[in-house]
C-alpha cells in the first residue's frame, strides 16, 4: 500500500468513526503500517502531520471509557466539509488528499472552490495524476461501502468497490462484480458512461491485489483461463527472471503456467521469445496464435 492509498484509508476511517479511535484501532482499520511498534509510531506520526499540514481538521481526544486515559483521533464531518458543498465529505477527503500530494489533471481551482485547502505553492508534488467525476464517486463508495453500476466492456455492470490505486499512469478499481459474480479489476478509463450509486455493498472486502503486481495478461475482465508455455533452454533463464517458480524440464527447457485475461497480451509474451516459446494448452490459445501468425503472412 502506497502513502497516498493510506492516507485516503485514514482519512476514511476517521470521518466514519462515532467516537475517538486509538492508534492501534486506526492500525488495524487502515492497514499499511509497519508491524513493528516503534515503526508504526513514527509512520503514524508523520500521517498525523501531513493531515494537520493538509488544513485537515485532526482532533484529539480522551477515548471514552478507558481508565488509564488514552488518546483518540476523530475527524468531524461537518468541520472538514464545510457548507454548501457539491461533492460528500468523503469525496471531498479524497479529492483534497489528492490535490495536496499530486497535481491533478485540469487544476486544482474547481477543488479549492469547492472547500478543498489551496496547497502552498513550494508543496512536494508526487506527480501529474488523472482525475475524473466517476474516480471521485468510486472513492466515496468505497468508503461508505456502497455499491456503483457504469458500463464496462459493452456490459452493464453493478460492482462494490473495494480499493482503489494508481498504476503505471492508469487508475485501477479492485472490487466484487455482481454481473460476473467474482472479484474483478478495472481500469477506471476504461468506465462506459456515468457512474452511479446502487445501493449497499453485500461482500465481504477482499484481500489487496496490486495492479503492480499483475502482468499484461493478468490485466483484464474475462474469467482467468491457465494456460502452459513451454520455452527452450537457451531462453529459460529468462523466464525464470519474468515469472518466477517455472516447471524445470530434463532437457534444460521450463513450462510456465499462466493465468490468462487478456489474449493479447499472452500472446505478445509469447513472441517476445520468438520461435523459443509454444503454447501447449489449452487448444484454443494455441489455436488463437497459430491464427494469429497465419494472417501475418
Not at 93 to 101: G, P, S
Not at 118 to 147: H, K, Y
Not at 264 to 273: C, M, N, T, Y
Given at each position: ?70 488518546d483518540g483521533y476523530r ?45 502552498d505553492s513550494a508543496a ?19 468508503a461508505d461501502r456502497r ?151
Amino acid at each position: 500500500m502506497d502513502k497516498l492509498e493510506r492516507l485516503l484509508n485514514l482519512t476514511a476511517a476517521l470521518l466514519h468513526a462515532d467516537r475517538p479511535l486509538t492508534a492501534e484501532e486506526l492500525r488495524v482499520r487502515v492497514g499499511g503500517y509497519p508491524e513493528a511498534k516503534a515503526s508504526f509510531q513514527r509512520s503514524f506520526a508523520r500521517d498525523k502531520d501531513d493531515l494537520r499540514s493538509m488544513g485537515i481538521p485532526l482532533r484529539v481526544q480522551a477515548v471514552p471509557g478507558v481508565d488509564p486515559p488514552i488518546d483518540g483521533y476523530r475527524l468531524l464531518r461537518d468541520e472538514y466539509a464545510g457548507a454548501d458543498l457539491r461533492f460528500d465529505p468523503d469525496e471531498l477527503a479524497a479529492l483534497h488528499l489528492a490535490t495536496n500530494l499530486v497535481r491533478l489533471d485540469g487544476g486544482d481551482d474547481g477543488l479549492v472552490k469547492l472547500g478543498a485547502v489551496q496547497p502552498d505553492s513550494a508543496a512536494e508534488r508526487l506527480g501529474n495524476v488523472p482525475f475524473t467525476d466517476s474516480l471521485a464517486v468510486l472513492i466515496g463508495a468505497a468508503a461508505d461501502r456502497r455499491a456503483v453500476s457504469f458500463g464496462y466492456g459493452g456490459t452493464p455492470r453493478v460492482a462494490e468497490p473495494w480499493r482503489l490505486s494508481f498504476s503505471r499512469g492508469h487508475w485501477y478499481l479492485q472490487g466484487w462484480d455482481r454481473v460476473r459474480s467474482g472479484e474483478r479489476l478495472y481500469r477506471v478509463d476504461r468506465i462506459e458512461g456515468v457512474v452511479q450509486l446502487a445501493g449497499q455493498a453485500e461482500e465481504n472486502i477482499g484481500p489487496a491485489s496490486d495492479p503492480l503486481d499483475l502482468r499484461g495478461w493478468e490485466l483484464g475482465d474475462g474469467p482467468a483461463t491457465s494456460a502452459r508455455v513451454a520455452v527452450d533452454a537457451d531462453q529459460a533463464a529468462w523466464a525464470r527472471h519474468m515469472l518466477g517458480p517455472v516447471e524445470e524440464c530434463a532437457d534444460g527447457s521450463v513450462v510456465a503456467t499462466l493465468q490468462v485475461r487478456n489474449v493479447e497480451a499472452f500472446r505478445s509474451f509469447v513472441l517476445s521469445f520468438l520461435e523459443h516459446a509454444e503454447v501447449l494448452e489449452p487448444p484454443e490459445l494455441r489455436a488463437d496464435l497459430i491464427e494469429w501468425l497465419e494472417a501475418q503472412q
